[in-house]
């Protein structure tokens, strides 16, 4: 395999994108978590995401308990080779709080918190809370 | 301005995409840096992107030798507030090498490169070694 980058802590970060259908990958941003070594290794295995969790310093297969899970469709490293970018298709929504996408907040130029224009695609109470 | 989570080295990582029309952001990624407090505000203070370099160690305003300047159009945290993504109009080419993106380089399940299936946008020799 290629020799990706893992910083000190043996970490890359990765971006998760919305599968496109283009050459140009062009879908929305779903969101960003680290992998080590063997979560890359397992996601190219699998063909599913896998990250290291940093909060629970373990291994985490993304969708193992909500069922949300992300199957690579292209992946790419950055000229540095220092951050992966992945196209997933990802299951009903990436985010724990249970929007589409981490990234549902928006700023203003003074950093103050816009309205939310969207809705959360599932209830993150009945999926997680079980 | 919102408390977002600047980590142990007062960075957080942000994600940079090209602006869309649509409520729903789906541009390309363009490339991945860090911002330390100082970048964010002078990135708000002047509605065009400043990072801080870890190689270099200091305040970057990119396209500051380039030209090759991001105007920010919006902005979002993730659901953690430890991720930045901004939607820009990015001049010319994000990435240092020429390309468009920063993430031209594709990989198969394997780990192995992929052949690039697109031109550079800029003659980097030209632009970088004045």
Redesign the interface.
């Known amino acids: 395999?290629?020799d990706f980058k893992f910083n000190a802590d043996g970490l890359i970060?990765v971006?998760v994108?919305?599968a496109?259908d283009s050459?140009?990958?062009?879908?929305?941003?779903l969101?960003?978590a680290w992998m080590n070594r063997e979560a890359?290794e397992k996601t190219?295995a699998s063909?599913k995401m896998h990250y290291w969790s940093r909060s629970r310093r373990k291994l985490w297969f993304k969708g193992e308990s909500s069922g949300h899970t992300q199957d690579?469709v292209?992946?790419?490293?950055?000229?540095?080779k220092d951050?992966l970018?992945f196209e997933v298709r990802q299951a009903t929504g990436a985010?724990?709080?249970g929007?589409e996408s981490?990234?549902?907040?928006?700023?203003d130029?003074?950093?103050?918190?816009l309205a939310v224009?969207?809705a959360p695609v599932f209830d993150a109470k009945k999926v997680y809370d079980k």
């Open positions: 395999m290629e970060p971006i994108q919305e496109s050459e140009r990958p062009h879908g929305r941003v969101m960003m890359l190219l063909g690579v292209r992946w790419y490293a950055d000229c540095d951050c970018l985010c724990h709080t929007y981490c990234f549902f907040q928006g700023y130029m003074r950093g103050q918190p224009g969207e």
